[in-house]
């Protein structure tokens, strides 16, 4: 198929919008927090105030099961610090 001009065809997708993906092509922490923001903020209108505190607590239990599905929580060091066993910091 030949190329008109003026319509010719990209070699590759394209570079991401600036400022939304880091390198590793994941989403930065400032944008994940204002959908995160924006999705609690149509919460709180839509279902009043026991819906917002739902969806906030969802949301947290999701954060959490997130980090640990990345490694990056230690469930020992976790149970100490609900227990009073140790402090988290």
Do not use: C, H, Q, Y
């Amino acid at each position: 198929m030949r190329n008109l001009p003026g319509f010719e065809r990209p070699t590759s997708a394209g570079p991401s919008p600036r400022g939304t993906m880091s390198k590793a092509g994941t989403m930065k922490p400032t944008v994940v927090g204002m959908a995160v923001g924006a999705v609690l903020a149509f919460t709180a209108l839509l279902f009043d105030f026991w819906g917002f505190l739902l969806m906030a607590l969802f949301i947290a239990v999701g954060a959490f099961f997130g980090r640990a599905a990345e490694g990056k929580v230690d469930f020992r060091s976790v149970r100490d610090a609900l227990t009073g066993r140790r402090s988290s910091s």
